[in-house]
């Protein structure tokens, strides 16, 4: 697409989050019962986490949410104008932050706001080059379909050509996500999920079956997909058998092959396809492309955080201009590079254009 012809062609739902991160100790992470690379939804248990966080350590406040993350870094690559974001904020300090730095990386940000609520936060508790996130949504988690059909905010859905929602949205506004995939899928649209954590597949089984027919592309890393494979009973923890059975289930648009595609950290990204017509046994033979990772010098990483949302910036970034696939993973691995060498879900200031 021409740079006139992206203007406006991406939108993104999850949720908005300001993120708040530190490096702590092990100890801190037991105390809370939490694993030392994991994301979970923060309950009663974690309520005085924030507050002992920010008084226990240093901490560095970033605007985030993985569906914002992953925007922010497209549009980086992008024309100005590419990306729209949809989700709930309060109309507080924090929500006015989130806005400041969301347009500051020439992300147009379409909140809805909550002002009940205050504004949605996210723990990013750094053990070495581990993190472990737990998210308060506050009124991130109020977000409801009335705001994407007011026509201001419908007539964005309609102008986009490209749509990504984290799995993060299924515990929102999963008839919001549904409505979405329904205009794409109706239009001859790409629409984009993430897994995005374990805990998805687990809990949102249902919300999963009654997407996966219109998802054109999922994202997700290995320890999402084993955690997909023990939920939806394939019996394998092979990545690249879980990726094309994925890949593989059923699809409304047959004439748009399904891709899969499995982040393993510093291992190999891998690619499924649909195999369409599909292949009378799915488990007897299949192919997924493997897509070695340039490793990163361990001195040079600070930490892993925000690595999965800069790789599908980078991939969708060069996947709306029409670039093959391997140009697509070899973006999102550039990125997630540049990434990891910053504290936090944070670009470089000054992020060279990939070639």
């Known amino acids: 697409m021409s740079s006139q012809d992206l203007k406006g062609a991406i939108i993104g739902m999850c949720n908005p989050l300001l993120d708040i991160c530190a490096d702590v100790d092990t100890d801190f992470l037991a105390k809370y019962g939490l694993n030392a690379n994991d994301a979970i939804l923060a309950d009663e ?36 104008d590419s990306t729209t ?59 409801k379909i009335d705001h994407l059909k007011r026509p201001e905010v419908w007539a964005q859905i309609e102008k986009a050509q490209f749509y990504y929602i984290t799995g993060f949205f299924l515990t929102v506004s999963p008839d919001s996500i549904l409505e979405v995939a329904k205009h794409a899928h109706a239009n001859g649209k790409t629409f984009m999920m993430n897994v ?36 939806f009973g394939y019996q394998t923890e092979e990545v690249a058998q879980i990726a094309h059975r994925i890949a593989n289930l059923p699809k409304l648009n047959s004439s748009k092959p399904r891709q899969v595609v499995i982040t393993q950290g510093k291992g190999s990204t891998l690619l499924a396809i649909q195999q369409v017509p599909a292949a009378t046994e799915p ?23 925000g690595a999965g949302d800069a790789f599908v910036a980078g991939f969708i970034s060069q996947y709306v201009q029409g670039k093959p696939v391997a140009k697509c993973v070899g973006c999102g ?22 070639e």
Not at 198 to 205: G, I, L, R, S, V
Not at 283 to 305: C, G, L, M, R
Request: proline share 5%; with cysteine.
């Open 85 to 143: 974001f949809i989700g709930c904020v309060s109309n507080d300090l924090f929500g006015k932050e989130l806005k400041t730095a969301a347009m500051k990386d020439g992300l147009n940000p379409l909140y809805m706001v909550d002002e009940s609520k205050p504004t949605g936060t996210c723990a990013l508790l750094i053990t070495g080059t581990d993190r472990s996130l737990v998210a308060n949504l506050a009124a991130a988690n109020s977000y």
């Open 45 to 80: 248990k974690h309520v005085a986490l924030f507050a002992e966080m920010i008084q226990r350590y240093n901490v560095k406040y970033i605007a985030g949410g993985a569906g914002q993350n992953a925007l922010r870094g497209a549009q980086r690559l992008l024309p100005s």
């Open 283 to 305: 488990e007897a033979s299949f192919k997924v492309e493997i897509f070695p990772v340039t490793p990163v010098a361990q001195s040079e990483i600070v930490d892993t955080n």
């Open 333 to 354: 691995h550039w990125l997630a590079a540049q990434v990891i060498r910053e504290s936090g879900a944070s670009y470089p200031e000054k992020l060279t254009k990939y």
């Open 196 to 231: 995005s954590a374990p805990f998805t597949p687990q809990f949102y089984k249902s919300q999963w079956t009654e997407i996966m027919p219109y998802v054109d592309i999922l994202f997700g890393n290995e320890t999402e997909a084993a955690a997909w494979s023990t939920h």
